[in-house]
Antibody
Framework: QEQLVESGGGLVKPGGSLRLSCAAS????????MSWIRQAPGKGLEWVSY????????NYADSVKGRFTISRDNARNSLYLQMDSLRAEDTAVYYC?????????WGQGTLVTVSS | EIVLTQSTGTLSLSPGERATLSCRAS???????LAWFQQKPGQAPRLLIY???SRATGIPDRFSGSGSGTDFTLTVSRLEPEDFAVYYC?????????FGQGTKLEV
């Protein structure tokens, strides 16, 4: 049974930093591309970033490029998103997702609120 | 960037009826790499269809996808009470991978 559990969300001031984590189980994590997708309150879905199984390939949406960093630790079956220079418009539920083209399985998400 | 437009914001139907949801792309979607997701309140999205017409694992056959190029359709043949939700299309043919704004299917 695949499982993705996000953590690390919370309230942060504009300009601050936050690190999200995602614990994966039930599938071969190291073989899987992984993505972060976000959803602002009451809004639609926005792709944020993805990383290949070996960490060789990464890609970012223009809206977060240079501020967010995706990484993974295959020994710990964990995915991360380091978010720096946070802005109000980064407020959203952040989902950890298996895959990068076909988004097969989604975690339940963690809420990030950027507000003073 | 490919913009996906789901022209119907809200679709009001009844259980047992047929639902047809549309998704139009601003340019051709490479290899028809188009997916559909269902999202219920307070839940994460769930993959329904990928490759425009392939059902994901465990998805009932009342859900079907069709289309190519710039015009795609999700059809729910006979609506069940649990099908009332928000539906998103997504293209993964070219980066950045983009989503439509969603169609709410309500009773």
């Amino acid at each position: 049974q695949e499982q993705l559990v996000e953590s690390g969300g919370g309230l942060v001031k504009p300009g601050g930093s936050l690190r999200l984590s995602c614990a994966a189980s039930g599938f071969i994590f190291s073989d899987s591309y992984m993505s972060w997708i976000r959803q602002a309150p009451g809004k639609g879905l926005e792709w944020v970033s993805y990383i290949s199984g070996s960490s060789r390939y990464t890609n970012y949406a223009d809206s977060v490029k240079g501020r967010f960093t995706i990484s993974r630790d295959n020994a710990r079956n964990s995915l991360y998103l380091q978010m720096d220079s946070l802005r109000a418009e980064d407020t959203a539920v952040y989902y950890c997702v298996r895959g990068h083209t076909i988004l097969t399985y989604w975690g339940q998400g963690t809420l990030v609120t950027v507000s003073s | 960037e490919i913009v996906l437009t789901q022209s119907t914001g809200t679709l009001s139907l009844s259980p047992g009826e047929r639902a047809t949801l549309s998704c139009r792309a601003s340019q051709s979607v490479s290899n028809n790499y188009l997916a559909w997701f269902q999202q219920k309140p307070g839940q994460a999205p769930r993959l329904l269809i990928y490759g425009a017409s392939s059902r994901a694992t465990g998805i009932p056959d009342r859900f079907s996808g069709s289309g190519s190029g710039t015009d795609f359709t999700l059809t729910v043949s006979r609506l069940e009470p649990e099908d009332f939700a928000v539906y998103y299309c997504q293209q993964y043919g070219s980066s950045p991978y983009t989503f439509g704004q969603g169609t709410k299917l309500e009773v």
